[in-house]
Every structure is written in structure tokens, then in C-alpha cells.
């Protein structure tokens, strides 16, 4: 929502499962699949690996299996000579070209994530110092059951900036829209 919120006229997600929630045309497969020649037809390519491999879920259950495709992701977007970026935790094996977080953007939410941006420049805005905290109710946590599980659903749609969604799965894989505008914005200028 965010790419289409900075001026990109077509959006279109792949995605290994059905997304009901995603707001523009799905392709449904594996996006390591897909071929870079259909990749390169377009501007900028967003890749968002899943993360669960990086988070804190992981050290507290290592012996849970989880998708660790990073590598392969960038091998494959620079197969496609395009633009891209590649989305994940602070933590994950990308560069930190990029690192946002929810206060940047006056967002009830701590989401830091980093960006690995090919193709373009993105200037790294002041990280603006945590006026609060989750524990005190300032913030909400949108990932895996919100920190302690009680934060409503409207709290996570608002603290993310995403109103459309009203699964709390869709809403923890989510990026906020605020920061892949800020990016799209950034290349929409340079090109």
C-alpha cells in the first residue's frame, strides 16, 4: 500500500500462500520461482524474506524449523539487472542500508526494520527517540501475539497505519505502509 501511496500506478505481490488481505493482485507461488525475466519488466522489485529465522522467537525455540531464504532472495533480484529492496528484522543478514522505525513516521509502533536498497539512494532519517513504551501503553507491539497478547486489534491497525487488515496474523507480517512510501518516494524522485 505504501509503493502505491508514493505514485507507483501497478502493484503486484507474490507470495507462496493466498493472501485475502492483500489489497492488489496476488500471484500465488513461490517467489524464488518466479522468472527474473517477468521480474525485470518492472521499476522496482520489494522483497520482504520471512524473518522468523532472525527474531527472538528463534533463540528461545531453536529447534523450530523456519524459512531461511535470504541469500537466495538477492541472488535472485540481481539476476534482474532492476532496482530493489529487500525487507527484514534489524538482525537479519542484509546490509542496514536503511533502518526505520515507527516514530520516524509518528506511528504507535516499535517496528524497527532494515533495508537493503540496490539501484538507489535512500537518506536514513533521525532516529526520533521512544517517547514511551509498550509496557506503559504508549507503543504496541504488532508481532507473533503483541508482546503480552493484549493488544486489540485496533491497536495494531492503528499503531501500523493499516486499516484493511482485520487478521492479526496479516497485520504481524506486515510492513507499515508508511515506510515503503517514504522508500518509494525516495526512487520515484530519482528516476
Not at 527472538?56 to 538477492?74: L, M
Request: charged residues 25%; contains cysteine; aromatic residues 10%.
Amino acid at each position: 500500500m505504501g509503493l502505491k501511496q508514493a505514485g507507483f500506478d501497478t502493484v503486484i505481490g507474490v507470495s507462496w500462500t493466498p493472501e485475502p488481505e492483500y489489497p492488489f493482485r496476488l500471484i500465488v507461488e513461490d517467489a524464488l520461482k518466479v522468472n527474473p525475466v517477468f521480474l525485470s519488466s518492472f521499476d522496482l522489485i520489494w522483497a520482504s524474506p520471512p524473518c522468523q529465522a532472525y527474531t527472538w522467537s528463534a533463540k528461545r525455540w531453536p529447534d523450530v524449523k523456519r524459512n531461511d531464504i535470504v541469500k537466495e532472495t538477492r541472488e535472485l533480484l540481481l539476476l534482474t539487472g532492476k532496482p530493489f529492496v529487500i525487507e527484514n528484522v534489524p538482525v537479519a543478514p542484509i546490509r542496514k542500508d536503511l533502518v526505520l522505525c515507527g516514530e520516524m513516521f509518528g506511528l504507535k509502533v516499535i517496528r524497527h526494520r532494515a533495508f537493503e536498497i540496490h539501484g538507489f539512494e535512500v537518506p536514513q532519517p533521525k532516529h526520533v527517540k521512544h517517547r514511551g513504551a509498550v509496557k506503559d501503553g504508549y507503543y504496541v507491539t504488532v508481532a507473533g501475539h503483541g508482546g503480552n497478547g493484549r493488544a486489540s486489534l485496533q491497536s495494531w491497525q492503528e499503531g501500523m497505519g493499516i486499516d484493511w487488515m482485520k487478521d492479526k496474523h496479516n497485520l504481524a507480517e506486515a510492513v507499515p505502509p508508511a515506510y515503503a512510501k517514504y522508500i518509494g518516494e525516495q526512487f520515484l524522485c530519482q528516476r
